[in-house]
Each structure stands twice: as structure tokens, then as C-alpha cells.
């Protein structure tokens, strides 16, 4: 069974940042391809960046340049630098892993976390 657990949100001023973690466990993260999603209330879902099972990166264009994506193996820990961080990100951030390899406009989220909240706020 895949578990998947954000950590890492929380209550930060606008232009900073954070780094969230998604521990993965009952799958290899190197196997297959993961993601981050975001809500915003209203319940409007948006793509943010995905990495590969073989490594390769691809972001949401409203993120490019101050997102990274990144992964652990030896930890099964995936993660997301966010920086330059504008009160209209404020969202509740998700962890998902596919079934597939691929990331980029072929991935597919078939498993989630439960959601960590980013606040962006002065």
C-alpha cells in the first residue's frame, strides 16, 4: 500500500520561502514518477511540478525559476523548494506518485497525500 506524507508547510511572509517533504512509503520513489500539486480555496487544483522516475524536472510555468523539485532515494523522500513566495500561493500543497514513469503533460497522479497548508501572508 502507498503512503504518502507531506510535512514542511506552514506560515510564511510574502517573498519567502519553505521546503516541503513527502515521505513515501510502500513504493520506490526511483520507480516512478512524482509530483506536487496545489488547492486553492474554492477548491481550485493546479499542477506544479513533477519529476521523472528518471530524474528529469518540468514546472508549472507560475512557478518556473522558484520552484525546485528534487528527490532523496536513499531517504524515498521527495521535496519542494519554494521560494519568492506570493500571498496568492497560499494553498494546500499535495504529494502524488504515479503508476507510470513519465512526468511533464504525460503525468497522471494516482496516489495522494493528504495535504500540507502553505500561508503566505504579512
Known amino acids: 500500500q502507498v503512503r504518502l506524507v507531506e510535512s514542511g508547510g506552514g506560515w510564511v511572509q510574502p517573498g519567502g520561502s519553505l521546503r516541503l517533504a513527502c515521505a513515501v512509503s510502500?513504493?520506490?520513489?526511483?520507480?516512478?514518477?512524482m509530483g506536487w500539486y496545489r488547492q486553492f480555496p474554492g477548491n481550485v487544483r493546479e499542477w506544479v511540478a513533477t519529476i521523472s522516475a528518471g530524474g528529469g524536472t518540468y514546472y508549472a510555468d507560475t512557478v518556473k525559476g522558484r520552484f525546485t523539485v528534487s528527490r532523496d532515494t536513499a531517504k524515498n523522500t521527495m521535496f519542494l523548494q519554494m521560494n519568492s513566495l506570493n500571498p496568492e500561493e497560499t494553498a494546500l500543497y499535495y504529494c502524488?506518485?504515479?503508476?507510470?514513469?513519465?512526468?511533464?503533460?504525460?503525468?497522471?497522479?494516482?496516489?495522494w497525500g493528504q495535504g500540507t497548508q502553505v500561508t503566505v501572508s504579512s
Open positions: 502524488t506518485q504515479a503508476r507510470g514513469t513519465l512526468g511533464g503533460t504525460w503525468y497522471r497522479a494516482d496516489y
Open positions: 510502500g513504493s520506490d520513489i526511483s520507480t516512478y514518477a
